[in-house]
């Protein structure tokens, strides 16, 4: 007799899956935090929900860019806190500088062009997204340059970037 199968995941493994790859936003937010900065070319494009939980960021900011905003972390960025949920960072908006603090489980992209790597996640419960609509796709340099960013224009290379994708560990 067949043995029933229940293929319900109750060990939310997309969930811990993402959790995961965010500790590797962490880890590289930590790293840029240390003392000398960034190593070499590294630069970090991040995109966040600003309406997700725990964002906090300027009205101006956020009434400007309701839904998501893209922040660059390369030359001109300050007090750059890394936490254990979150991270605090100051950037400059129009000649102004204004503090940020946002959780790491609001951010929905990661990208470092200069070696084309790419993180994307599930957008914050409560903020919409579906897994195919917010599965891992290169950049469009176009739509970054149209978001908010702080530190030099970047657009990939041709090859595009290198892209880590939850499907291949995904049941078939």
């Known amino acids: ?25 962490k880890a590289a937010l930590k790293r840029a935090a240390a003392p000398g900065g960034l190593p070499g070319a590294h630069h970090f494009y991040i995109t966040f929900k600003t309406g997700a939980p725990g964002v906090s960021a ?37 000649g102004s500088p204004k503090k ?31 897994i195919e609509s917010m599965t891992p796709r290169p950049i469009d340099p176009d739509r970054a340059s149209a978001e908010p960013a702080i530190g030099e224009d970047d657009s990939p290379p041709g090859d595009g970037p290198k892209i880590v994708s939850l499907d291949q560990f995904r049941k078939k």
């Not at 293929?7 to 500790?23: S, V």
């Not at 309701?66 to 991270?87: C, K, N, R, S």
């Not at 996640?121 to 997204?129: Q, S």
């Open 1 to 25: 007799m067949a043995q029933d199968r229940n293929d319900q995941d109750l060990m939310h493994y997309e969930a811990l899956a993402q959790e995961a790859l965010r500790g590797v936003v």
């Open 58 to 94: 300027p009205p101006d900011l956020v009434e400007r860019y309701p839904d998501e905003m893209t922040i660059v972390l390369q030359h001109q960025y300050w007090d750059l806190a890394p936490g254990e949920t979150f991270f605090a960072i100051t950037l400059k908006f129009g």
């Open 100 to 130: 940020l603090s946002v959780p790491y489980a609001a951010v929905t992209r990661f990208y470092d062009p200069s070696v084309q790597f790419l993180l994307q996640f599930d957008a914050p419960e409560g903020m919409g997204g579906t």
